[in-house]
T-cell receptor, first 115, second 112 residues
Framework: NAGVTQTPKFQVLKTGQSMTLQCAQD?????MSWYRQDPGMGLRLIHY???????DQGEVPNGYNVSRSTTEDFPLRLLSAAPSQTSVYFC??????????????FGDGTRLSIL | GIQVEQSPPDLILQEGANSTLRCNFS?????LQWFHQNPWGQLINLFY???GTKQNGRLSATTVATERYSLLYISSSQTTDSGVYFC??????????????FGQGTILTVHP
């Protein structure tokens, strides 16, 4: 099993450009989520999904869109990149049971720089 | 408020030494995970331990849920153990479904 796969690993964008960060998992997990990691701020939840067709906002959703058309994929879209979105982005997945307390598996991260 | 606190913030060891990292959390949890973030930035899942004790090689962890803390033990440390260790919890109440709240981490440096 590949686990949670994120692409690309690195990306540099100019302010105002758009892009999609890809996340795929092969564990048939219902729950998927996106975090961003910033120095001094730890990891913060951006968006999450409890199953195909269902998404919801986390604590820092502004500037990001998500959709979940399949169980396997959960892409994160930046519509108009801003320097404040320079960060490391992690995707995670888990089974959807246990009141949200299942162990979560993380991808290797995408390092994004906005100039 | 809901909090996860880790101590110590920094730890410097000589190779072969043992260490204990602590994670305190403010409310009831049904998930607690320990992660190692290596120098390449990868988050490696060490333990899923909402309660009880587990061991994996030189690493072991104990969570005392009723007292709201968890400990990560590293024995006979190696230079490859260097990095940042995070504790992350899922609180039973007052949080988004599945959301992990991370501590600020312990930066471990192991010298040869």
């Amino acid at each position: 099993n590949a686990g949670v796969t994120q692409t690309p690993k690195f990306q540099v964008l100019k302010t105002g450009q758009s892009m999609t960060l890809q996340c795929a998992q092969d564990m048939n997990h219902e729950y998927m989520s996106w975090y961003r990691q910033d120095p001094g701020m730890g990891l913060r939840l951006i968006h999450y999904s409890v199953g195909a067709g269902i998404t919801d906002q986390g604590e820092v959703p502004n500037g990001y869109n998500v959709s979940r058309s399949t169980t396997e994929d959960f892409p994160l879209r930046l519509l108009s990149a801003a320097p404040s979105q320079t960060s490391v982005y992690f995707c995670a997945s888990s089974k959807g049971s246990g009141q949200g307390g299942q162990p979560q598996h993380f991808g290797d991260g995408t390092r994004l720089s906005i100039l | 408020g809901i909090q996860v606190e880790q101590s110590p913030p920094d730890l410097i060891l000589q190779e072969g030494a043992n260490s204990t990292l602590r994670c305190n959390f403010s409310d009831s949890v049904n998930n607690l995970q320990w992660f190692h973030q290596n120098p390449w930035g990868q988050l490696i899942n060490l333990f899923y331990i909402p309660s009880g004790t587990k061991q994996n090689g030189r690493l072991s962890a104990t969570t005392v849920a009723t007292e709201r803390y968890s400990l990560l033990y590293i024995s006979s440390s190696q230079t490859t153990d260097s990095g940042v260790y995070f504790c992350a919890v899922h609180f039973l109440l007052g949080t988004s479904y599945g959301k992990l709240t991370f501590g600020q981490g312990t930066i471990l440096t192991v010298h040869p």
